[in-house]
């Protein structure tokens, strides 16, 4: 059974639907990443703050306090590895157990279809989770990097070298940073491909409410207020 053969197993509205789900996937990516002018999201936002914390740890001492933050958030992308990866390993079990996931899918949706149509909507889910997976364990890898950096940063602040390492630091912080967002945003659309199961319209619907809910944590919730907030120095409000 050749590509197209297998694609005649899907409706207009099916493939009309992934391309909906591919393109919510990379617009809400590029929008968030990118620091426009009037749209800031907390992303952007807390790049700035990535930068402030490499600069204050300069002259912090010990720097215990900074390496245990760091710890911190590379338990989080092991945690994220780790999970995506036994998801990883259920929609594999699931490919080789499509019978009973027709079933199941049949009485939901009261549709049919081929094997083949089952496993490829299984295999775009899969998709994304390997997709997570990899910027899970390479956000961990650069944060490991940033550790390094951290470590190499002069305790002498006058050293010349002090000020270029602790801002390689942060912009490898903000790269792992980045890699971590990524791994997220591939997570919350592969659930969102999940729907699919269900039919080219809860895709369709799954897809919009993904985009959406992203868009509004990224810009227009209560932590970007909060983010957004003056920083007055008090002795210049008395003034």
């Not at 699931?94 to 899918?105: K, Q």
């Not at 369709?204 to 007055?232: D, G, Y």
Request: glycine share 8%.
């Amino acid at each position: 059974m050749d590509l197209f053969e297998r694609l005649s197993h899907f409706t207009t509205l099916d493939l009309a639907a992934l391309c909906l789900l591919v393109l919510g996937w990379c617009v809400i990516g590029y929008l968030i990443e990118n620091d426009f002018k009037n749209m800031k999201s907390v992303t952007t936002l807390m790049a700035d703050y990535r930068r402030e914390w490499m600069r204050h740890m300069v002259t912090r001492e010990p720097r215990v306090f900074d390496a245990q933050i760091l710890a911190m958030i590379r338990q989080g992308t092991s945690f994220f590895a780790s999970a995506t990866m036994i998801a990883i390993g259920g929609c594999l079990a699931l490919l080789g157990n499509t019978d009973r996931l027709m079933g199941i899918a049949e009485d939901l949706t009261l549709e049919g279809g081929p094997s083949i149509v089952w496993e490829l909507k299984v295999l775009v889910i899969l998709g994304f989770l390997a997709n997570a997976f990899f910027k899970f364990v390479w956000a961990n890898r650069l944060f490991g990097y940033c550790a390094v950096l951290m470590g190499s940063v002069p305790n002498d602040h006058n050293d010349p070298l002090t000020d270029v390492r602790a801002t390689k630091a942060a912009e490898i912080n903000i790269t792992g940073a980045r890699s971590f967002n990524r791994g997220l945003r591939s997570v919350y659309f592969g659930l969102a491909a999940c729907a699919w199961l269900l039919g080219a319209g809860a895709l369709i619907v799954a897809t919009v409410m993904t985009c959406l809910v992203l868009f509004r944590r990224e810009f227009a919730s209560r932590s970007k207020e909060i983010l957004l907030l003056p920083e007055n120095n008090p002795a210049d409000t008395q003034s």
